[in-house]
C-alpha cells in the first residue's frame, strides 16, 4: 500500500508564495510517477502538473503555468509543488497523487492523499 502525506498548505495573500510537500511511503513509491491536482469549491478537480521518477515534468496549459513548479527528492520519495504569485483563484484543495502513467488525467493516477488547503486572500 502507498500512503501519501502532505503539508504546506495555509493561508496566504495575493502575489505570495507557498511550497506544498508530499512524502510517500510504501513500495510502490518507488519510480513512480508523482504530481498534483486541486479543487476549488463548486469545480471540478483539475491537474496541476506531474513529474517522473527522473524529472520529466507535465503542467497545465492555463494561468498556472510560469508561476507553479513541480519537483521531487527520491531519496525521500517527496513530492514539491513551489507556488508563487497566488492568486484568489488558486484558492483551493490540493491533492498529491501517485500512479503508473504520466497524464494528466485524475484516473490515472491509483493513490491521492488528503488533500491540504491553500487559500489565497486578496
Known amino acids: 500500500q502507498v500512503q501519501l502525506v502532505e503539508s504546506g498548505g495555509g493561508l496566504v495573500q495575493v502575489e505570495g508564495s507557498l511550497r506544498l510537500s508530499c512524502a510517500a511511503s510504501?513500495?510502490?513509491?518507488?519510480?513512480?510517477?508523482m504530481g498534483w491536482f486541486r479543487q476549488a469549491p463548486g469545480k471540478e478537480r483539475e491537474f496541476v502538473a506531474a513529474?517522473?521518477?527522473?524529472?520529466?515534468?507535465?503542467y497545465s496549459t492555463d494561468s498556472m503555468t510560469g508561476r507553479f513548479t513541480i519537483s521531487r527528492d527520491n531519496a525521500k520519495n517527496t513530492v514539491y509543488l513551489q507556488m508563487n504569485r497566488l492568486k484568489p483563484d488558486d484558492t483551493a484543495v490540493y491533492y498529491c497523487?501517485?500512479?503508473?502513467?504520466?497524464?494528466?488525467?485524475?484516473?490515472?493516477?491509483?493513490?491521492w492523499g488528503q488533500g491540504t488547503q491553500v487559500t489565497v486572500s486578496s
Open positions: 510504501g513500495r510502490a513509491a518507488a519510480g513512480a510517477v
Open positions: 513529474i517522473t521518477w527522473d524529472d520529466v515534468t507535465l
Open positions: 497523487v501517485l500512479g503508473a502513467r504520466f497524464s494528466r488525467i485524475a484516473a490515472n493516477y491509483g493513490y
